[in-house]
């Protein structure tokens, strides 16, 4: 199965904290780099952060850099996306993606994934 599925959206108040997880198999973590992409409404979808496999060099975009942190748990086959000092900007639906490949546009890779997951909302408001 390469398709990631996500799960940890939800609503969050500004300057809150929020992990996303993404589940993808054992397979793709060896071998696919894993991303982690947005896209609020009347938008187009932006990357986020992404984790390479292998070394596991790790990617943000500028707009996130410092505040959300990209890991990966091997043993549970799992990316995770911690976000602090959520910013109400940050609101949108936040999808998992993997590829055997990647391309760097900003600081983090680019939306051209194959395999994307369902997505889940995440709502930083009062």
């Known amino acids: 199965q390469v398709q990631p599925v996500e799960s940890g959206g939800g609503l969050v108040q500004p300057g809150g904290s929020l992990r996303l997880s993404c589940a993808v198999s054992a397979f793709t973590l060896d071998t696919f780099v894993v991303g982690w992409f947005r896209q609020a409404p009347g938008k187009e979808r932006e990357g986020v952060s992404c984790?390479?496999?292998?070394?596991?060099?790790?990617y943000y975009a500028d707009s996130v850099k410092g505040r959300f942190t990209i890991s990966r748990d091997n043993a549970k086959n799992t990316v995770y996306l911690q976000m602090n000092d959520l910013k109400p900007e940050d609101t949108a639906v936040y999808y998992c993606?993997?590829?055997?490949?990647?391309?760097?546009?900003?600081?983090?890779?680019?939306?051209?994934?194959?395999?994307w997951g369902q997505g889940t909302l995440v709502t930083v408001s009062e």
């Open positions: 993606a993997t590829d055997s490949s990647f391309t760097i546009v900003r600081g983090t890779c680019a939306p051209l994934f194959e395999y």
């Open positions: 984790i390479s496999s292998g070394d596991g060099s790790t």
